[in-house]
């Protein structure tokens, strides 16, 4: 089993950025495809970004589309978000997850496609 440990959230201004890492032990990353989520204060979890297990295919919801990168590097087990012109409504605790898929080249923004999860990391965007 995976076991996964987000850091760099915090707090920053609106327009400003933050990297979110993602530590994996246990299992080498590569056997995971990765998904980044988050939840807002009372609100469901939400999809923010997924990559794929090889070739670097990703997905992003729509509100974070062209601000937001996701990126892995399976020599380091770590996952990263990069966060740019970041916006109050990007205000959450933001989970990074891990999808033992066999499938080499997909992602899913379904949360119950994924095995395990971080224990959450806090963004918060000042106006």
């Known amino acids: 089993q995976v076991q996964l440990v987000e850091s760099g959230g915090g707090l920053v201004q609106a327009g400003g950025s933050l990297r979110l890492s993602c530590a994996t032990s246990?299992?080498?990353?590569?056997?995971?495809?990765m998904g980044w989520f988050r939840q807002a204060p009372g609100k469901g979890r939400a999809f923010v970004s997924a990559?794929?297990?090889?070739?670097?295919?990703?997905d992003y919801a729509d509100d974070v589309k062209g601000r937001f990168t996701i990126s892995r590097d399976d020599v380091k087990n770590t996952v990263y978000l990069q966060m740019n012109s970041l916006k109050p409504e990007d205000t959450a605790v933001y989970y990074c997850?891990?999808?033992?898929?066999?499938?080499?080249?997909?992602?899913?923004?379904?949360?119950?496609?994924?095995?395990?999860w971080g224990q959450g990391i806090q963004v918060t965007v000042s106006s």
């Open positions: 990559i794929s297990r090889i070739g670097g295919t990703t």
């Open positions: 997850a891990a999808d033992r898929t066999n499938y080499l080249t997909r992602t899913d923004f379904r949360a119950e496609a994924y095995d395990a």
């Open positions: 246990g299992r080498a990353l590569i056997n995971y495809a």
